[in-house]
C-alpha cells in the first residue's frame, strides 16, 4: 500500500473517530437538554453544556479531516471510509450512551464495515497522479 493511501487511511481514521465522539457527545448532551425547564434563555443554558460544545467541536474538525483527505484522494475512495462511524456509533451507543443496540443493528453495522474494507483495499490505484 502506497504512502499516499496510508495518510489517506490514517486521516480518515482521525475524522471518523472525531465524528463518532462527537456524535455521542453530542447526543448525551442534548438528552441532558429534556431535563431542563423553563424559558428560552433556561433551553439556551441547558445546551451549552460541555458534552454539546465539544461534540460539536469534535464534528467540526471531523469535517476539517474529511476536506483534507477530500484534496489528496478520490470522493470514491474517502467516502466509503466514512461509513466506518457506523460501527463506531454502535460500540459508543451501546457502552457510553447505555442504548440497546439489536443484533440487527450490529449485524448491519458489521456488513457496512465489511463494504468498506472491499472499497478501501480492493482497488490498485485509488490517488490521483500528482
Known sequence: MSSDKMRVILVMFFAVLAVSVGEALLAK???L?????GGWQDQLRGVMTPQVIGGTALMASYFGLYMLALKWADLSFVLP??????????????Y??????TSIRWMGAIIITLGVIVVGFGERQSLPKP
Do not use: D, H
Open 33 to 37: 437538554t429534556n431535563q431542563v425547564t
Open 29 to 31: 448532551g442534548m438528552k
Open 96 to 101: 457510553y450512551l447505555g442504548e440497546k443496540v
Open 81 to 94: 471510509l466514512t461509513a466506518l462511524s457506523y460501527l463506531l456509533g454502535a460500540i459508543l451507543s451501546k
